[in-house]
């Protein structure tokens, strides 16, 4: 049980324009979600926090216009990196929480842009 | 706010030895403690955790950690390790409480286990 899932698990795409990846809560529903970022050699940063039906809150030093974060629903959350750039070329990990404390992670997706 | 640190970046062992990866925390707060792996290109799948109770916790898979409150420690161990367990690890802390809030990885601990 505790399933998440992430597509897609890779996508290289041009600078300047938009990527969507998406979090899925296979079998529970996660009225929160979380968005991590994680550069090679290093740990897990998290971006943001998602709620479901409410804005995302944001970690200090996140564009949020950059990365726009929707929770339509409970088993779903999107992140969609607008106008990206090479710099924006990172491993997404995204999370969803059941009760107080505990977090499935997806599987990642693999950003690359050129 | 919570800190961990993982005190090696790199372990290497033989198959079927034994394996300590180190971990501490920092809190002004009482934790929950996470050892996470994480397998090449993959997420990170839960290991084991310690939430309250008896403090040596113990995964499916022979791993075990032991809280130590006096030493702010969490760490990892394994009295044999195989080649499957070939991966990253990394340690994580959160507060009690929702506005403790989020969890705090450390930088991540990669064990190579050679044959």
């Known amino acids: 049980g505790a399933v998440v899932s992430q597509h897609p698990s890779r996508v290289i795409c041009k600078s300047g324009t938009s990527v969507k990846i998406e979090c899925r809560s296979l079998d529970f529903q996660a009225t929160t979600m979380f968005w991590y970022r994680q550069f090679p050699k290093k740990s897990l940063m998290l971006m943001a926090t998602?709620?479901?039906?409410?804005?995302?809150?944001?970690e200090q030093g996140v564009e949020k216009d950059k990365f726009l974060i929707n929770h339509a629903s409970l088993t779903l959350s999107t992140l969609t990196v607008t106008s990206a750039h090479p710099e924006d070329s990172s491993f997404y990990i995204c999370s969803g929480q059941i009760g107080e404390y505990e977090q499935y992670f997806g599987p990642g997706t693999r950003l690359t842009v050129t | 706010a919570q800190s961990v640190t993982q005190l090696d970046s790199q372990v290497p062992v033989f198959e079927e030895a034994p394996v300590e990866l180190r971990c501490n925390y920092s809190?002004?707060?009482?934790?929950?403690l996470f050892w996470y792996v994480q397998y090449p290109n993959q997420g990170l799948q839960l290991l084991l955790k310690?939430?309250?109770?008896?403090?040596l916790v113990e995964s499916i898979n022979g791993f075990e950690a032991e809280f130590n409150k006096s030493q702010t420690s969490f760490h990892l161990r394994k009295p044999s390790v195989h080649i499957s367990d070939t991966a990253e690890y990394f340690c994580?802390?959160?507060?009690?409480?929702?506005?403790?809030?989020?969890?705090?990885f450390g930088k991540g601990t990669k064990l190579s286990v050679k044959p």
């Open positions: 310690y939430l309250s109770g008896s403090t």
């Open positions: 998602s709620n479901e039906g409410s804005k995302a809150t944001y």
């Open positions: 809190s002004s707060v009482s934790v929950y």
């Open positions: 994580a802390v959160r507060g009690y409480g929702g506005s403790q809030g989020n969890l705090i």
